[in-house]
């Protein structure tokens, strides 16, 4: 009874529980590498959260130092694509053995559809009533 009795207690149990823990820290199952990936999104998200706080923050500020910086960049693309798409296409037509500059419109458009994307959400914003 002696042997049995060893054979079926909770000491006896302790090895199977280690080799168990073992095996689980090595092995991860489907839904704990969802959790992990869902975890590791959200981390990856507060930096873009927190800048756009801060920019929805800076777009309410009353000085033209600070609010102005949109406006003053969406007037750059706008003058950049004026150049790039009428005044260079007129002046090359007009004057072609001068030749006119190229501008880097990949710049200018990444920029301006940076800008009209948050210009859409601000848009949204005021048309929900969620700022003044």
């Given at each position: 009874?002696?042997?049995?009795?060893?054979l079926f207690t909770s000491t006896a149990a302790e090895p199977i529980k280690a080799i168990g823990n073992v095996l689980?820290?090595?092995?991860?199952?489907?839904?704990?590498?969802?959790?992990?990936?869902?975890?590791?999104?959200?981390?990856?998200?507060?930096?873009?959260?927190?800048?756009?706080?801060?920019?929805?923050?800076?777009?309410?500020?009353?000085?033209?130092?600070?609010?102005?910086?949109?406006?003053?960049?969406?007037?750059?693309?706008?003058?950049?694509?004026?150049?790039?798409?009428?005044?260079?296409p007129v002046l090359q037509w007009l004057l072609p053995e001068i030749g006119a500059p190229e501008l880097p419109l990949?710049?200018?458009?990444?920029?301006?559809?940076?800008?009209?994307?948050?210009?859409?959400?601000?848009?949204?914003?005021?048309?929900?009533?969620?700022?003044?």
């Amino acid at each position: 009874m002696g042997f049995l009795t060893k054979l079926f207690t909770s000491t006896a149990a302790e090895p199977i529980k280690a080799i168990g823990n073992v095996l689980d820290d090595l092995f991860t199952s489907d839904e704990e590498e969802l959790n992990l990936k869902i975890i590791k999104q959200r981390l990856e998200q507060k930096p873009a959260l927190i800048q756009a706080e801060i920019m929805k923050v800076q777009a309410q500020h009353r000085s033209l130092f600070v609010a102005g910086c949109r406006p003053f960049l969406m007037w750059v693309c706008g003058f950049g694509f004026m150049f790039a798409f009428i005044i260079n296409p007129v002046l090359q037509w007009l004057l072609p053995e001068i030749g006119a500059p190229e501008l880097p419109l990949d710049v200018i458009m990444e920029l301006t559809l940076a800008m009209l994307g948050l210009s859409g959400l601000r848009t949204l914003e005021k048309i929900k009533g969620l700022t003044r």
